[in-house]
DNA sequence: TTTGTAATTGCAACAAAGTTGCATTAGTAA
DNA sequence: TTACTAATGCAACTTTGTTGCAATTACAAA
């Protein structure tokens, strides 16, 4: 499936990239410029997590977040990174903190979802 | 408020207790030896959360699950563990892995959110 | 430039998870 | 037994996310 350019994914990235934090499908639709019906930013996201652009967090509240974190852009194979939710500003953000666990013997552990949920320094 | 001893409460308390996993709101419902309203079973689920016999944890699929684990009945400040949803079994279980991070100056960690995804033993 | 194909979009309908208002039922303390 | 109020069932509703389908549109090839 060829992938082509289009305004909404154009615009997604740009605001994705731009905020650097972790949106949710409703922030997005928010903060858009243009016009962009809900169901195609949906697709749009899912098609950006499939080629890897981006990544999608579940918080607490159940709801998928979606960022594009450079720092993380080599995706290594565990490419786990704390999530931080400020409750006070109702942002998402990508922490630099790596994930570290040791599972049990013959777990084999494919994906992670952390998040932490308190007040940023921005909030304190 | 006090709290009133129910028959719905005692099935959904024993079947968790019993199941030793974190159940999502269907499988108990599905679970449960008697029959017990949807809204019911999610007040009595809140309602353990509120008193702190259970605890919730939000999966990657966005769902709510429940679970008491006895090794984090002395309720730590930060009592917070790893979770593991197997995708083959499709359960997820306490792991006795607490949740270590070091966050930026400033950052007020109330809660975590922690779940690995993969395999388990079992399934291995 | 023009054209053809398939990717993309919008719309509407749908599904699943969870909550809530309200009238009824049922613990439990007095 | 009685009275009070917590708990329940039911139905309606909200939110999040997905999907089928017909109409557009990006873009590569002619």
């Given at each position: 499936?060829?992938?082509?350019?289009?305004?909404?994914?154009?615009?997604?990235?740009h605001l994705?990239?731009?905020?650097?934090?972790?949106?949710?499908?409703?922030?997005?639709?928010?903060e858009?410029?243009?016009?962009?019906?809900?169901?195609?930013?949906?697709?749009?996201?899912?098609?950006?997590?499939?080629?890897?652009?981006?990544?999608?967090?579940v918080?607490?509240?159940g709801?998928?977040?979606?960022?594009?974190c450079?720092?993380?852009?080599?995706?290594?194979?565990?490419?786990?990174?704390?999530?931080?939710r400020c409750?006070?500003?109702d942002?998402?953000?990508?922490?630099?903190?790596?994930?570290?666990?040791?599972?049990?013997?013959?777990?084999?552990?494919?994906?992670a979802?952390?998040?932490?949920?308190?007040t940023?320094n921005?909030?304190?």
């Amino acid at each position: 499936m060829n992938r082509r350019n289009t305004p909404a994914k154009e615009a997604v990235l740009h605001l994705l990239a731009q905020s650097g934090k972790a949106l949710s499908h409703d922030a997005i639709e928010r903060e858009l410029d243009i016009d962009v019906n809900r169901a195609t930013i949906y697709r749009v996201l899912n098609q950006f997590c499939e080629d890897e652009i981006a990544h999608r967090i579940v918080a607490e509240d159940g709801k998928q977040y979606f960022a594009i974190c450079k720092k993380c852009e080599p995706h290594e194979v565990v490419h786990h990174h704390f999530h931080f939710r400020c409750v006070s500003c109702d942002t998402i953000e990508c922490l630099q903190i790596p994930v570290q666990y040791a599972v049990p013997d013959g777990y084999d552990v494919r994906h992670a979802n952390c998040v932490l949920t308190g007040t940023c320094n921005a909030c304190a």
